[in-house]
């Protein structure tokens, strides 16, 4: 399902969440149509103390808002989650969406949800189409729809926001491998920086 409607439903979404910042855009529309469910699936992220931070900041976030958010403990399936891309790291990405996007997808199917949607869309920074793609072919094969829409509109909307409310707004995707890019991109600056400082 695509696009945006008015008016209130007795429709149920199963939204994916990845963190607060996030999800206050995508709730702000989503609220308008649906009844909301909350669901933070992310075994991606690293470290734990970095998946505690998210979820409380998502937590709270919800308990502000007033919407039901449902989660699995830290740690669940991260394992799982470094198995998988770790024998096909160049796409890591399509990987990470398509393991949340799946669980999400399968919950919303066993528990009645009539569609299931992600916070996904709403970052600039992600492969929208693919997650797009991905949303849809996996709420073909678990039998529950996939709601689309193009959440990033509201992007800078969500980031003032979240940085009125003073969230918690992170500095990497999630996983150890975007740690590590954002480590070897701070270094690469640094030493940038110290050779333009010599000379």
Known sequence: MTGRSTGKSNDKLLLHVCCGPCSIY????????????CYFYNPNIYPESEY??????????ADYA???????????NFNDFIFAISENKAKRCEIC???????TAQKAAMEGYDYYSTTLLYSIYMDHQKVKSIGESLGELHGVDFYYSDFREGW???????KEMGMYR????????????????????????SGQGGK
Do not use: H, W
């Not at 995508?26 to 469910?37: C, S």
């Not at 969406?97 to 669980?103: A, E, G, N, S, V």
């Not at 800078?156 to 979240?162: D, E, F, I, L, Q």
């Open 52 to 61: 505690r931070r998210r979820f409380e900041t998502m937590k709270i976030y």
């Open 170 to 193: 992170q500095n990497y995707c999630g996983c150890i491998y975007s740690l590590e890019d954002r480590a070897e991109r701070l270094k690469m600056k640094e030493q940038k920086k």
């Open 66 to 76: 007033g919407i039901k958010l449902e989660y699995n403990k830290a740690g669940d």
């Open 97 to 103: 969406y398509m393991i949340r996007l799946d669980m």
């Open 156 to 162: 800078r909307k969500g980031v003032s926001s979240s």
């Open 26 to 37: 995508p709730l702000e529309l989503l609220n308008l149509r649906f009844k909301t469910t």
